[in-house]
């Protein structure tokens, strides 16, 4: 009977003890599940400006749904999604109201299961007469739209009949005066059509909104270009006569001397550069159109457009740039100067010498190696002579495919609040002070080598060393025969113009490194 007592009691205080630990172990989740709320108010975080109201008072959204498309202080879109189920109990939101931060825009009261019967959806819809009809159709017009914008903000008004003004600049800049018509006339009509009231192409959902995410914003549009130049390339020249690589080196001084002007033009009321924006702006100094969207693309994207607007129609400019400052640096004498004949360049040095840089690249600057990369697996399939048929795809179908596609993503960004501003000129000043001191830094070295060296180097082809490939050479060429009608120096100018793109991307790959 003892012993049995015991057992009693034993499992008694067993039991309390098991119950007292589940009690210990469940509380803390009790509590949790008590603190779970059942309504979510939306505020807003920084100043907003409504652009699309997806939803309204009443209705029930599934998490994930998008509810309104908003606009930041600096001119970038925001998408507010439902972060749970539930229905819309509290809502501010409408077209053009602007919103201070920590303001309330909505609340949303948590539903884990929402129920729609087909009988209430029926119930609840009613056809719209006939006037309602033709007014809901009145206000959907783009007119209608630009004038009830300009009421809200200017940018959504006069702002988008000047951007498309611009955008028809910009193509008859490329089809009437020729002026790198395979980027500009697609930028213009990307620009047009970004700017159209009311048809959405560049907000979420959009078809050039998609272009510009999956082709830009994650660089593969810039690298297949990269790709389809180095297809386009020969070495040649620069490897008969490496010191010409120096050349395409010291071109690029544009590129950093361009970053310290724009971050001294803060001074400026109105303006505001980072560092990181800084460092877009000076790419430009490159001459390089490909490197500056995909640098701007990770540093800075609010300047995309600008500056891609900015570095193609100078690479046009090149032959009203350059001529004058290489005159101006240079005497009559010098310009006349003839250079000695190339030497042959083998196969194998052709073929060896992208893996060298590839693998040059890959341990001294990995930052630069997408560009350098994409660029040598161009020129390798190029110069080895057994993937013609991929090599004729780089240099025609996919380059050609790619770059209609570059230049409408590269519209979709010149939005009124993001391109009619101050930034926007001194982007462009900075823009024609970068060309010029890349142009000056490459004759000026020239003159320099040709006093240390006994191999005279004429100093025009200094400012082929900026990378408008083969526009730069050209324009040398030209200059040249002015002075001399003998002296040929386009094959010559090939050298630092092909090294300049080679020292634009690395450029690019410091920067990047560094920001």
Same mark, same amino acid.
């Given at each position: 009977?003892?012993?049995?007592?015991?057992?009693?009691?034993?499992?008694?205080?067993?039991?309390?003890?098991?119950?007292?630990?589940?009690?210990?172990?469940?509380?803390?989740?009790?509590?949790?599940?008590?603190?779970?709320?059942?309504?979510?108010?939306?505020?807003?975080?920084?100043?907003?400006?409504?652009?699309?109201?997806?939803?309204?008072?009443?209705?029930?959204?599934?998490?994930?749904?998008?509810?309104?498309?908003?606009?930041?202080?600096?001119?970038?879109?925001?998408?507010?999604?439902?972060?749970?189920?539930?229905?819309?109990?509290?809502?501010?939101?409408?077209?053009?109201?602007?919103?201070?931060?920590?303001?309330?825009?909505?609340?949303?009261?948590?539903?884990?299961?929402?129920?729609?019967?087909?009988?209430?959806?029926?119930?609840?819809?009613?056809?719209?007469?006939?006037?309602?009809?033709?007014?809901?159709?009145?206000?959907?017009?783009?007119?209608?739209?630009?004038?009830?914008?300009?009421?809200?903000?200017? $940018?959504?008004?006069?702002?988008?009949?000047?951007?498309?003004?611009?955008?028809?600049? %910009?193509?008859?800049?490329?089809?009437?005066?020729?002026?790198?018509?395979?980027?500009?006339?697609?930028?213009?009509?990307?620009?047009?059509?970004?700017?159209?009231?009311?048809?959405?192409?560049?907000?979420?959902?959009?078809?050039?909104?998609?272009?510009?995410?999956?082709?830009?914003?994650?660089?593969?549009?810039?690298?297949?270009?990269?790709?389809?130049?180095?297809?386009?390339?020969?070495?040649?020249?620069?490897?008969?006569?490496?010191?010409?690589?120096?050349?395409?080196?010291?071109?690029?001084?544009?590129?950093?001397?361009?970053?310290?002007?724009?971050?001294?033009?803060?001074?400026?009321?109105?303006?505001?550069?980072?560092?990181?924006?800084?460092?877009?702006?000076?790419?430009?100094?490159?001459?390089?159109?490909?490197?500056?969207?995909?640098?701007?693309?990770? %540093?800075?994207?609010?300047?995309?457009?600008?500056?891609?607007?900015?570095?193609?129609?100078?690479?046009?400019?090149?032959?009203?740039?350059?001529?004058?400052?290489?005159?101006?640096?240079?005497?009559?004498?010098?310009?006349?100067?003839?250079?000695?004949?190339?030497?042959?360049?083998?196969?194998?040095?052709?073929?060896?010498?992208? %893996?060298?840089?590839?693998?040059?690249?890959?341990?001294?600057?990995?930052?630069?190696?997408?560009?350098?990369?994409?660029?040598?697996?161009?020129?390798?399939?190029?110069?080895?002579?057994?993937?013609?048929?991929?090599?004729?795809?780089?240099?025609?179908?996919?380059?050609?495919?790619?770059?209609?596609?570059?230049?409408?993503?590269?519209?979709?960004?010149?939005?009124?609040?993001?391109?009619?501003?101050?930034?926007?000129?001194?982007?462009?000043?900075?823009?024609?002070?970068?060309?010029?001191?890349?142009?000056?830094?490459?004759?000026?070295?020239?003159?320099?080598?040709?006093?240390?060296? $006994?191999?005279?180097?004429?100093?025009?082809?200094?400012?082929?060393?900026?990378?408008?490939?083969?526009?730069?050479?050209?324009?040398?060429?030209?200059?040249?025969?002015?002075?001399?009608?003998?002296?040929?120096?386009?094959?010559?100018?090939?050298?630092?113009?092909?090294?300049?793109?080679?020292?634009?991307?690395?450029?690019?790959?410091?920067?990047?490194?560094?920001?």
């Amino acid at each position: 009977m003892r012993n049995k007592g015991k057992m009693l009691i034993s499992e008694f205080f067993l039991k309390r003890f098991f119950c007292f630990l589940i009690l210990f172990t469940a509380f803390p989740f009790l509590v949790y599940s008590q603190a779970v709320p059942d309504r979510v108010t939306i505020t807003a975080r920084g100043p907003l400006q409504v652009s699309e109201v997806r939803v309204k008072l009443g209705d029930s959204v599934l998490s994930g749904d998008i509810l309104a498309v908003m606009k930041r202080a600096d001119g970038s879109k925001l998408t507010l999604r439902a972060g749970v189920s539930g229905r819309i109990t509290e809502w501010k939101m409408e077209p053009y109201r602007s919103f201070k931060d920590g303001e309330i825009l909505g609340v949303l009261q948590v539903q884990p299961l929402i129920i729609e019967t087909n009988s209430q959806e029926k119930s609840e819809f009613q056809d719209p007469s006939l006037g309602v009809m033709f007014e809901q159709m009145q206000d959907s017009t783009g007119l209608a739209r630009i004038i009830r914008g300009q009421e809200m903000d200017w $940018s959504e008004g006069i702002g988008r009949v000047l951007m498309m003004l611009i955008g028809f600049i %910009l193509l008859y800049l490329g089809i009437q005066k020729k002026f790198e018509p395979l980027l500009l006339v697609p930028i213009g009509f990307g620009t047009i059509l970004t700017n159209i009231p009311g048809a959405g192409l560049s907000e979420p959902g959009g078809l050039l909104y998609y272009v510009y995410e999956m082709g830009i914003t994650t660089g593969i549009f810039p690298l297949l270009i990269f790709m389809g130049i180095g297809a386009m390339t020969d070495f040649g020249p620069m490897l008969a006569n490496p010191r010409t690589a120096l050349l395409g080196g010291a071109a690029q001084f544009g590129i950093f001397a361009t970053l310290l002007g724009a971050l001294a033009l803060n001074w400026v009321p109105g303006i505001d550069f980072s560092l990181r924006d800084a460092a877009s702006i000076g790419i430009i100094g490159g001459a390089d159109g490909p490197t500056a969207i995909f640098l701007s693309s990770q %540093l800075s994207p609010r300047l995309l457009g600008s500056i891609a607007i900015a570095a193609y129609s100078y690479m046009a400019l090149v032959p009203l740039i350059q001529p004058p400052i290489m005159k101006l640096l240079t005497t009559e004498k010098e310009r006349k100067m003839e250079m000695r004949q190339l030497r042959y360049v083998s196969r194998r040095e052709k073929i060896m010498f992208p %893996l060298l840089v590839l693998i040059l690249c890959g341990l001294l600057l990995p930052s630069a190696a997408p560009l350098i990369g994409m660029f040598m697996l161009g020129n390798l399939a190029r110069e080895c002579g057994v993937v013609d048929r991929l090599s004729d795809t780089m240099q025609n179908a996919l380059i050609n495919a790619v770059t209609i596609f570059l230049g409408l993503g590269v519209g979709s960004k010149l939005l009124a609040t993001q391109f009619l501003n101050l930034e926007t000129v001194g982007i462009l000043i900075l823009g024609v002070i970068a060309f010029a001191i890349g142009t000056a830094s490459g004759v000026l070295l020239a003159k320099l080598m040709n006093r240390l060296s $006994s191999m005279p180097i004429n100093p025009l082809i200094g400012a082929a060393g900026v990378s408008a490939v083969p526009m730069a050479a050209r324009v040398v060429n030209h200059v040249g025969l002015q002075a001399n009608p003998q002296n040929h120096l386009v094959m010559h100018a090939m050298g630092p113009n092909v090294s300049g793109v080679i020292g634009s991307a690395v450029a690019a790959g410091v920067l990047l490194s560094m920001l």
